[in-house]
């Protein structure tokens, strides 16, 4: 069922090798760094980009197209953060925080995953939604809030001193990818085709390769947080391994019967199987104090990313085919 | 001009919760204070570091203010600690020092800008 060639060919894609070396350097103690503002300017471009194309995806095609995918967004979102706390909870006995924490991470959206599924769809040439990317804020913050919600729950407050859930939910919505791609989506949707003519060029010429070097970034990132990773309780270790595959195979069903093509479906799987290591770590960080934030970033950027750019994509695209010509 | 006695507050934290600490400080009658960003270290908690794609999230931040009474200086201590410092990394301390244009520093002034 699985292409083994077409896994390959996206393993030594430009950004996936330049992740690798990304890793690489930091394991070897290079002294390769990306300035922190270069890294923030890289990431802008990166969501800007793809707001505004699924902005001006969703001004041709006409919002009512775009309101049961959102719904559905939303519902994955929050039926992902439950899934992997009551795993986490049940299987590993993490404790509450922690559990909630890796919802939180988990059932949020990674953008770099997004704009990486778009790129590979591109390199195929399959045809996808242009405005699935936009489901991203729902599914995000549908599964943030979750996370938070579960972590209450779970957990006696103490000294009443807790987060209101009002200040979780703005925080989560003003943290700056969804903030940038709501606007971006909102930007695009209201100008169309015809308002962006004069700036889409520059973000469709430069897109992929400031991904690639978002990708570096990245690896260095991941790369420093790897020994970490070593340090993780082993079957903490194997379901954070296994459940963006989970997850996508999960999203890839769902989408397809809500009538999704097999490339939009792909979208909808790296949504869900992505896991947020940008603006899920500061909305947990300070919902879930309890949680170790070393071990949601570690798996997060350690496991998930690199398991859902390299093999995860290819995989979900492959199973939506598949799936959209049984049902 | 004279020379007054002050003390010098420091707190080093998580940058994630700059904004709770800063409005916090501002509760307790604070009105003015310094931040120093890309503050990065090792602690009990672990090292410290950030990278481009985080945001600075992995980093601490440095932030310090004038007070003029010892007790003011210890509330802000105790304060920091008893609501942020069990579940965030960081520390917090005082140091005794010499300023000139008290009136700077006390209720109701400008205050210092954020760097």
Not at chain 1, 207 to 233: E, K, Q
């Amino acid at each position: 069922m699985l292409s083994l060639e077409l896994v390959w060919q996206n393993i030594i894609s430009p950004p996936i090798l330049f992740f690798a070396l990304g890793v690489l350097a930091a394991l070897l103690g290079s002294d390769l760094k990306i300035p922190d503002a270069a890294g923030a300017t890289i990431a802008v471009f990166v969501l800007t980009s793809i707001g505004l194309r699924a902005g001006v995806a969703v001004s041709k095609v006409g919002i009512s197209e775009v309101i049961l995918p959102a719904l559905l967004a939303v519902l994955t979102g929050i039926l992902l953060a439950v899934m992997v706390y009551s795993i986490f909870t049940g299987v590993t006995k993490l404790d509450t925080a922690n559990a909630a924490s890796l919802a939180g991470h988990y059932g949020a959206v990674s953008s770099v995953t997004l704009a990486l599924s778009l790129v590979y769809l591109e390199n195929v040439g399959a045809g996808f939604e242009q405005f699935v990317p936009a489901l991203y804020p729902f599914m995000d913050i549908a599964a943030l809030i979750t996370a938070v919600v579960l972590a209450r729950a779970g957990m006696a407050v103490k000294n009443g001193k807790s987060v209101p859930l009002a200040r979780v939910i703005y925080e989560a919505m003003i943290s700056k990818s969804s903030f940038l791609l709501i606007g971006g989506f909102l930007i695009g949707l209201v100008n169309g085709v015809v308002g962006t003519e004069a700036i889409m060029p520059l973000f469709d010429l430069m897109f992929p390769g400031v991904l690639t070097i978002l990708m570096l970034d990245i690896g260095l990132l991941a790369g420093s947080r790897l020994p970490y990773l070593l340090s993780v309780d082993k079957r903490v270790f194997a379901v954070g391994l296994v459940l963006p595959p989970i997850h996508g195979l999960v999203a890839v069903i769902l989408a397809t019967v809500i009538g999704l093509s097999p490339g939009g479906a792909t979208i909808f799987a790296a949504l869900a199987a992505g896991a947020s290591y940008i603006s899920a770590p500061s909305v947990m960080r300070t919902a879930i104090p309890k949680a170790n934030p070393s071990l949601s970033l570690a798996m997060a950027l350690g496991l998930a990313f690199p398991f859902n750019v390299t093999v995860g994509i290819p995989l979900y695209y492959q199973a939506a085919k598949l799936i959209s010509q049984l049902l | 001009m004279e020379e007054k006695n002050a003390k010098l507050v420091v707190i080093i934290t998580e940058t994630a919760i700059e904004g709770n600490i800063i409005r916090l400080i501002k509760s307790l009658g604070i009105k003015g204070y310094t931040v120093y960003h890309g503050v990065t270290g090792e602690g009990d908690r672990g090292v410290r570091f950030g990278s481009g794609g985080l945001g600075g999230f992995s980093e601490n931040v440095r932030i310090e203010t004038v007070v003029l009474s010892e007790e003011k200086a210890e509330l802000v201590m105790r304060e920091v600690y008893e609501q942020y410092l069990n579940n965030y990394a960081g520390i917090v301390y005082t140091s005794d020092i010499r300023v000139i244009r008290v009136d700077k520093f006390t209720n109701g002034s400008k205050g210092q800008h954020a760097k």
